[in-house]
């Protein structure tokens, strides 16, 4: 089965993106056919820092690397390096309407402070970045479930007006941990693009910084540690995070947990982070002292995607009259 997925180069990840889609990524990356893209050409839709992007690209590729995906199984490179991807985008937007655009739920979101074209075609991008490769499953996070579909919707658009192109991807969401939330704001999902770095956990967080974070998490008034997302939001996180990093069900972490004070749930959640996350960090570590191989891997990893993007092309130019 071919799978695609991808992240922005910009932001740290966290715990929440690790859930979301990076371990899905892992499940799948044994038995399946699967292109892991940094997505640079979506990052440059809000502010940026020009100088710093081939440097966030880089570190983004090793974020992959060290969170487990392994370069001789999956397919991992930079969007940008893949022309295929903007060329696909502009035709795809000629079957795409407008009104569909704008009632994308983050484009209404975003949009509030980036009043930008390219935020409003975001969605005919990521479809050209999942269409381009025959995707059949797309593993992402609850928030990207709606862009995955319109990819469809698009997919079928052009399949009517210029015959069978497109396989329709379908969405795969987590089982568990679809949804992370702030743990300075419970009642909000888990943000890379969050100002308040205290709200959220980060792949790549210190012992010290996860312990301090933890330690302010927000949890309510009451005393037990009950899952229970409209009264006790902030508590049913914490479970939630725990039973992911556990591999538990919430109900036998709530067993677990009973009798004990939020103050000593923390510690608990705390630990087991800082344990969880170590090898992560130890693998960065290795791997940033490691620049000419990350390169290389990128490298072919573009020309793999590059091969598979052209024959796409080529069949996509011929429909439209384009060859």
Same mark, same amino acid.
């Given at each position: 089965?071919?799978?695609?997925?991808?992240?922005?180069?910009?932001?740290?990840?966290?715990?929440?993106?690790?859930?979301?889609?990076?371990?899905?990524?892992?499940?799948?990356?044994?038995?399946?056919?699967?292109?892991?893209?940094?997505?640079?050409?979506?990052?440059?839709?809000?502010?940026?820092?020009?100088?710093? %992007?081939? &440097?966030?690209? #880089?570190? *983004?590729?090793?974020?992959?690397?060290?969170?487990?995906? $392994? !370069?001789? /199984?999956?397919?991992?490179?930079?969007?940008?390096?893949?022309?295929?991807?903007?060329?696909?985008?502009?035709?795809?937007?000629?079957?795409?309407?407008?009104?569909?655009?704008?009632?994308?739920?983050?484009?209404?979101?975003?949009?509030?402070?980036?009043?930008?074209?390219?935020?409003?075609?975001?969605?005919?991008?990521?479809?050209?970045?999942?269409?381009?490769?025959?995707?059949?499953?797309?593993?992402?996070?609850?928030?990207?479930?709606?862009?995955?579909?319109?990819?469809?919707?698009?997919?079928?658009?052009?399949?009517?007006?210029?015959?069978?192109?497109?396989? %329709?991807? &379908?969405?795969? #969401?987590? *089982?568990?941990?679809?949804?992370?939330?702030?743990?300075? $704001? !419970?009642? /909000?999902?888990?943000?890379?693009?969050?100002?308040?770095?205290?709200?959220?956990?980060?792949?790549?967080?210190?012992?010290?910084?996860?312990?301090?974070?933890?330690?302010?998490?927000?949890?309510?008034?009451?005393?037990?540690?009950?899952?229970?997302?409209?009264?006790?939001?902030?508590?049913?996180?914490?479970?939630?995070?725990?039973?992911?990093?556990?591999?538990?069900?919430?109900?036998?972490?709530?067993?677990?947990?009973?009798?004990?004070?939020?103050?000593?749930?923390?510690?608990?959640?705390?630990?087991?982070?800082?344990?969880?996350?170590?090898?992560?960090?130890?693998?960065?570590?290795?791997?940033?002292?490691?620049?000419?191989?990350?390169?290389?891997?990128?490298?072919?990893?573009?020309?793999?995607?590059?091969?598979?993007?052209?024959?796409?092309?080529?069949?996509?130019?011929?429909?439209?009259?384009?060859?």
């Amino acid at each position: 089965m071919r799978i695609f997925s991808g992240i922005q180069p910009t932001g740290s990840l966290h715990i929440g993106n690790y859930f979301g889609a990076i371990k899905q990524w892992l499940d799948l990356q044994d038995e399946n056919d699967c292109v892991f893209c940094i997505v640079d050409l979506h990052a440059i839709t809000v502010p940026y820092d020009p100088e710093k %992007l081939q &440097k966030l690209i #880089l570190e *983004k590729a090793i974020v992959y690397l060290a969170a487990g995906l $392994d !370069p001789e /199984k999956v397919i991992i490179f930079a969007q940008s390096k893949v022309k295929e991807h903007s060329e696909l985008c502009w035709l795809l937007n000629t079957v795409t309407p407008l009104g569909e655009l704008y009632r994308m739920t983050q484009f209404k979101d975003k949009a509030k402070k980036n009043e930008k074209a390219g935020l409003l075609n975001y969605p005919v991008l990521m479809a050209a970045d999942i269409l381009l490769y025959d995707t059949e499953t797309v593993p992402v996070g609850e928030d990207q479930k709606q862009h995955v579909e319109i990819a469809r919707d698009i997919a079928r658009k052009f399949n009517r007006s210029f015959g069978e192109t497109f396989v %329709l991807p &379908k969405v795969k #969401l987590p *089982k568990y941990g679809a949804r992370v939330m702030s743990i300075a $704001d !419970p009642k /909000k999902k888990m943000s890379k693009s969050d100002p308040d770095e205290k709200s959220r956990i980060s792949l790549f967080d210190s012992p010290e910084e996860i312990r301090k974070k933890l330690k302010s998490a927000i949890t309510d008034t009451g005393k037990t540690i009950k899952y229970d997302e409209l009264k006790k939001p902030g508590i049913s996180n914490l479970l939630t995070i725990y039973s992911l990093l556990a591999e538990k069900e919430i109900k036998d972490v709530e067993k677990e947990m009973k009798g004990k004070s939020y103050k000593a749930f923390k510690e608990e959640v705390a630990e087991l982070t800082v344990l969880k996350l170590e090898p992560f960090r130890k693998k960065r570590d290795e791997l940033s002292g490691r620049e000419v191989y990350v390169r290389e891997i990128l490298r072919r990893g573009e020309e793999k995607a590059r091969v598979l993007a052209e024959s796409k092309m080529d069949d996509v130019r011929k429909k439209m009259g384009l060859r």
